[in-house]
Structures are given as C-alpha cells and as structure tokens.
C-alpha cells in the first residue's frame, strides 16, 4: 500500500489546487459578470471536491492518521471545515458585494492555513 503514497499525495495536492483555482474563478467572474457562473462551473467543483475528499480520506487510512491522535491533522480538518462554511458564505448567502468579498478572502487565508499546516505538520 505505501508504493500508492505519491501517487495519492500528488492527486490531493493536485486536486486541492484545481479545487481552490475554481473557487477564485467563481468569486472573480461573479465580481466581473454581476452574476453568479453557470454551467459546467457549477458542476466541476462537486466533482473535484468529491475527489478531493475520496484522496484525503485514502490517505488518512493509509497512514492510519486520526484527528484526535494529531493535534495538526484534527487543525486542519476543523480549517477545512472552516474554508467550506466561508465558501457557502461567499458564493451562495452573501448578500451584498462586500460581504462575498470578505468572505471569499477569508476563505482564501484559512485554505492559506490548511495548505500550511499539512505542509509544515508544525504541532
């Protein structure tokens, strides 16, 4: 099973950069267009963040990672949690132009913070 470790951590890391690159487009053609995306960008998150999930859940199996054991590991999935609730925030109950903005870069900074702490483990 640990000869699947790179192939799973390239495909998470390559799928958390492809699934944050679509959030920044979501929230910069909203900001541009006045209106909120359609079509396939409606759809491609959901299957990237599904795929995503599936990579991080492997890889936690893998090396027999549980939140409460690591305190950075049980961090990181609460940021997470975090960064979907700002996301919500942003691209669906933001009322107002600024309050997707505040929402968007909030969102942004803690996914900043996730990508830390699962690149430095500093805890």
Partial sequence: ???????????????AAT???????RLLLWEWQGARPGGWLRVAPHVVDTALL???????????????ALNWFGVKLLLVLLYIALGFAALRFSR????????????LLTVAAVAALARFKPF
């Fill in 1 to 15: 099973m640990a000869h699947l470790y790179p192939w799973l951590k390239l495909a998470h890391m390559a799928l």
């Fill in 19 to 25: 699934s944050v690159g679509l959030f920044t487009l």
């Fill in 54 to 68: 599936l990579t991080g859940i492997a890889l936690a199996v893998l090396w027999q990672l549980s939140p409460f």
């Fill in 96 to 107: 107002s132009a600024a309050g997707r903005r505040a929402a968007g870069a909030a969102a």
